[in-house]
């Protein structure tokens, strides 16, 4: 089928804690959602089936409560109201916007899914009812190519949004196509939780993902390209991701993924939304670990190893042996945790790398549980340059990275010089390992990783 993301460069509120008018709101919004028009027109145009629009791109970020009250729409999270915005625009109160996006699928015959802030009135006899009488949810819509509104899903894993209320329970949300099946929906900062993305995947064998985001790239293990092909090809679906793009904030990275091809913009430089329209295959296959050839030989314990060193990296504090040499076989280890790395050069150049462990409760900008397997290139010759952002990287290393990890979510992450991705030729479990490995990267080395997900230990 003929999937579209757009990246977009939305247009912000210059005040965003102010407050503003329904008219004034309804103003700024319509500014962005005629970007998106334009947009739709274009993917239709190119044959897309489906296109997926960003997170807070219709309205922005940075709000409080009470400023971003204006902008939110109504909507009604139940199932059962079959709604038309387009056709039946006076059904409800504050809906103008649901009714753009509903005619934008009409007019142009696609499916449409974008995320906007939204409100519902709530009875103090409800336990969970805010303080003023109303939720206030982030939430992706989706219409089919009638303009008929067919699921909602309220964003679980709030990152720093107090304007938002996370739902009193996890939506499961998914909808029906006819051209690829059952598509999940899902929100940014979820990608990284059990729930509801994991469980929503699992539990109805879903093959598509819609997936918009506001996401902020950190370099070395969770930039957006590097996390969402990692995703793709842990869960084996089809992932549909649109970021916003606004690279003074380290936001950019969209794509089509499948588990062994990608579509992506990444780009720091440019200041204008990028559309990306890829056709690609539906995934009929279950979700499976493949096991594959097995790693060779764990090193003995009387071997000169290199210096062991700490430094800190996304926050967290890993244990890292440099990577020197032609070629070699390492390890490093912390709590439970055990990585292995054997490596060859195919011309040794004068970058230092490192291979890293973390085996841990993350505590920042997030509580989640880690472990982490990373082999990354270092921002300088020092040790205390390693767990740097880097962009740019000449060395190309055939490797075999693998752990004994406990927990069977990991994410494999293969990020080449320039942000650009690469695929493992081989990857899987074996005796009681997870590994990955690769001949020949197609350029310069930055980040060969395990992320796993210990999601019973959050």
Same mark, same amino acid.
């Given at each position: 089928?003929?999937?579209?993301?757009?990246?977009?460069?939305?247009?912000?509120?210059? !005040?965003?804690?102010?407050?503003?008018?329904?008219?004034?709101?309804?103003?700024?919004?319509?500014?962005?959602?005629?970007?998106?028009?334009?947009?739709?027109?274009?993917?239709?145009?190119?044959?897309?089936? #489906?296109?997926?629009?960003?997170?807070?791109? #219709?309205?922005?970020?940075?709000?409080?409560?009470?400023?971003?009250?204006?902008?939110?729409?109504?909507?009604?999270?139940?199932?059962?109201?079959? &709604?038309?915005?387009?056709?039946?625009?006076?059904?409800?109160?504050?809906?103008?916007?649901?009714?753009?996006?509903?005619?934008?699928?009409? +007019?142009? +015959?696609?499916?449409?899914?974008?995320?906007?802030?939204?409100?519902?009135?709530?009875?103090?006899?409800?336990?969970?009812?805010?303080?003023?009488?109303?939720?206030?949810? !982030?939430?992706?819509?989706?219409?089919?190519?009638?303009?008929?509104?067919?699921?909602?899903?309220?964003?679980?894993?709030?990152?720093?949004?107090?304007?938002?209320?996370?739902?009193?329970?996890?939506?499961?949300?998914?909808?029906?196509?006819?051209?690829?099946?059952?598509?999940?929906?899902?929100?940014?900062?979820?990608?990284?939780?059990?729930?509801?993305?994991?469980?929503?995947?699992?539990?109805?064998?879903? +093959?598509?993902?819609?997936?918009?985001?506001?996401?902020?790239?950190?370099?070395?293990?969770?930039?957006?390209?590097?996390?969402?092909?990692?995703?793709?090809?842990?869960?084996?679906?089809?992932?549909?991701?649109?970021? #916003?793009?606004?690279?003074?904030?380290?936001?950019?990275?969209?794509?089509?993924?499948?588990?062994?091809?990608?579509?992506?913009?990444?780009? /720091?430089?440019?200041?204008?939304?990028?559309?990306?329209?890829?056709?690609?295959?539906?995934?009929?296959?279950?979700?499976?670990?493949?096991?594959?050839?097995?790693?060779?030989?764990?090193?003995?314990?009387?071997?000169?190893?290199?210096?062991?060193?700490?430094?800190?990296?996304?926050?967290? !504090?890993?244990?890292?042996?440099?990577?020197? =040499?032609?070629?070699?076989?390492?390890?490093?280890?912390?709590?439970?945790?055990?990585?292995?790395?054997?490596?060859?050069?195919?011309?040794?150049?004068?970058?230092?790398?490192?291979?890293?462990?973390?085996?841990?409760?993350?505590?920042?900008?997030?509580?989640?549980?880690?472990?982490?397997?990373?082999?990354?290139?270092?921002? =300088?010759?020092?040790?205390?340059?390693?767990?740097?952002?880097?962009?740019?990287?000449?060395?190309?290393?055939?490797?075999?990275? &693998?752990?004994? /990890?406990?927990?069977?979510?990991?994410?494999?992450?293969?990020?080449?010089?320039? #942000?650009?991705?690469?695929?493992?030729?081989?990857?899987? &479990?074996?005796? !009681?390992?997870?590994?990955?490995? +690769?001949?020949?990267?197609?350029?310069?080395?930055?980040?060969?990783?395990?992320?796993?997900?210990?999601?019973?230990?959050?």
């Amino acid at each position: 089928y003929v999937a579209a993301v757009y990246e977009h460069e939305s247009i912000l509120s210059p !005040n965003p804690t102010a407050l503003v008018d329904r008219h004034s709101a309804l103003k700024l919004m319509g500014r962005n959602l005629d970007i998106y028009e334009q947009q739709v027109v274009a993917a239709a145009r190119q044959g897309a089936q #489906i296109i997926v629009f960003p997170e807070d791109g #219709i309205h922005g970020f940075n709000f409080t409560r009470s400023s971003i009250y204006p902008y939110l729409d109504f909507v009604q999270h139940s199932q059962s109201v079959k &709604w038309n915005p387009c056709r039946e625009p006076y059904l409800f109160n504050d809906t103008e916007v649901l009714q753009r996006l509903s005619c934008m699928a009409l +007019k142009n +015959k696609l499916f449409l899914v974008a995320n906007l802030g939204t409100k519902q009135p709530c009875e103090h006899t409800d336990p969970h009812c805010p303080l003023d009488g109303r939720y206030q949810f !982030n939430t992706n819509v989706a219409f089919d190519d009638d303009g008929m509104l067919i699921a909602t899903y309220r964003k679980h894993n709030l990152y720093f949004e107090y304007a938002f209320d996370t739902p009193p329970e996890p939506d499961y949300t998914f909808f029906d196509t006819p051209f690829a099946g059952k598509f999940g929906m899902f929100t940014c900062f979820d990608i990284l939780f059990f729930e509801p993305a994991v469980n929503l995947i699992r539990q109805y064998n879903l +093959k598509q993902v819609a997936y918009p985001t506001a996401w902020m790239n950190q370099l070395p293990l969770l930039s957006a390209v590097e996390f969402q092909q990692a995703f793709a090809t842990a869960f084996n679906v089809n992932i549909l991701a649109a970021n #916003i793009h606004h690279p003074t904030l380290g936001m950019t990275g969209s794509g089509i993924y499948t588990p062994v091809k990608s579509f992506i913009y990444h780009n /720091m430089e440019s200041y204008s939304g990028k559309l990306i329209v890829a056709e690609i295959p539906v995934i009929t296959t279950s979700y499976e670990t493949k096991v594959e050839k097995t790693p060779s030989r764990v090193l003995e314990k009387d071997e000169q190893l290199p210096p062991f060193f700490y430094g800190e990296m996304m926050y967290d !504090n890993f244990t890292f042996v440099p990577v020197w =040499g032609e070629k070699g076989e390492l390890q490093v280890c912390a709590n439970t945790l055990c990585c292995y790395l054997n490596y060859q050069r195919v011309v040794l150049t004068d970058e230092l790398y490192a291979l890293g462990v973390f085996d841990g409760l993350h505590t920042v900008h997030g509580t989640y549980y880690v472990q982490a397997c990373a082999l990354v290139k270092c921002g =300088g010759l020092n040790f205390s340059t390693c767990g740097q952002e880097v962009t740019d990287a000449t060395a190309l290393i055939d490797f075999q990275l &693998w752990g004994n /990890m406990s927990t069977p979510y990991i994410f494999p992450l293969l990020l080449t010089s320039g #942000i650009t991705l690469d695929f493992a030729d081989h990857m899987g &479990w074996k005796n !009681n390992h997870y590994f990955i490995s +690769k001949n020949r990267t197609s350029s310069g080395l930055l980040t060969a990783a395990l992320y796993g997900r210990w999601y019973e230990k959050d």
